[in-house]
């Protein structure tokens, strides 16, 4: 991949993460200039009234320190995936998303359940345990990279306080994993950046064109 077409896959691979984060922050400022809060529509185990929280809960945060805790991992590890793993990001997104919520609907405490730590979690396991099982170097590394980083995301995994909602990041984390085995055959290679003065004929291009006998 020349230096042009990766610049064009960063540029697209940024597109969900920064859409997602908008609107993560338009919530919480219209909360802020409106002075209302959306807590309410966050997910609230085993009530059907509310199951629309698995939808709106993601986008919704108890306060600025929560957002800002939250959208720095998210728009990383989102681009991470869309970036590496372009083929299947977004079904992959799309059901971390969706499962999560449905998952932490089902386990949940009986109280709401907000903000974006369910997909963190999601993310976060899917490319640890994807990369650390394709035989890929890139993602074994993106894998490494993702474990230095947020490696403490482990502890969330456990009730060490009452006002973390330790079920949605176990949730997410659980269908991360899950994904990432089902997955684990799917998915584009990273990207080859090749010099433009590199004349090295790729072994694989080396091999069909002289493949053949004179006669």
């Not at 409106?34 to 939808?55: A, K, M, N």
């Not at 089902?106 to 990369?131: E, N």
């Not at 998915?187 to 090749?194: A, E, N």
Request: one cysteine or more.
């Amino acid at each position: 991949m020349d230096a042009a077409n990766f610049n064009k896959r960063v540029r697209l691979s940024l597109f969900f993460p920064l859409l997602f984060t908008f609107v993560m922050w338009m919530v919480k400022v219209s909360e802020w200039l409106f002075d209302f809060s959306l807590s309410s529509w966050g997910v609230l185990p085993r009530s059907f009234e509310h199951i629309y929280g698995i939808l709106f809960s993601p986008f919704i945060h108890s306060d600025w320190k929560h957002l800002w805790a939250n959208t720095i991992p998210f728009f990383v590890l989102s681009w991470a995936l869309f970036f590496f793993y372009r083929t299947i990001a977004a079904k992959t997104f799309l059901l971390i998303y969706f499962l999560s919520g449905i998952l932490l609907w089902c386990i949940g405490r009986d109280s709401f359940h907000i903000g974006m730590s369910s997909i963190i979690y999601g993310l976060a396991f899917f490319l640890i345990t994807s990369g650390l099982i394709k035989k890929n170097y890139q993602l074994t590394a993106l894998a490494l990279v993702v474990v230095f980083l947020y490696g403490s995301l482990f502890w969330g995994l456990f009730p060490i306080e009452s006002q973390i909602s330790w079920e949605g990041h176990l949730s997410g984390a659980s269908i991360g994993f899950i994904l990432a085995i089902l997955f684990r055959k799917q998915g584009s290679p990273p990207p080859q950046i090749l010099s433009e003065d590199d004349d090295t004929i790729p072994e694989e291009i080396w091999n069909a064109e002289n493949n053949y006998t004179e006669v």
